[in-house]
């Protein structure tokens, strides 16, 4: 879970009833591999950068192609249980 630097490109706004950050959406980081890195039984936390590309299905059903920074980390569970 991150906190991001500020909301992306096609969530919406404050005035819209159907704000997509209120109620959340998946989003896709296509630079961050479908196979976690595993290393001493523990999984590796895949966001080494802290800017990215997104994509998700925003306002209207509009595919979104924008990016994000991560302002911090709040929490990984790197545990391969």
Do not use: H
């Amino acid at each position: 879970m991150v906190q991001l630097d500020d909301a992306p490109e096609g969530v919406g706004s404050e005035e819209v009833d159907d704000l997509l950050l209120r109620y959340g959406t998946e989003v896709e980081f296509p630079a961050i591999p479908g196979s976690p890195v595993i290393a001493s039984g523990e999984v590796q936390d895949p966001l080494t950068k802290n800017k990215y590309d997104i994509t998700f299905v925003g306002m209207n059903g509009e595919e979104v192609n924008t990016k994000v920074k991560i302002a911090r980390k709040v929490w990984f569970a790197g545990s391969n249980a």
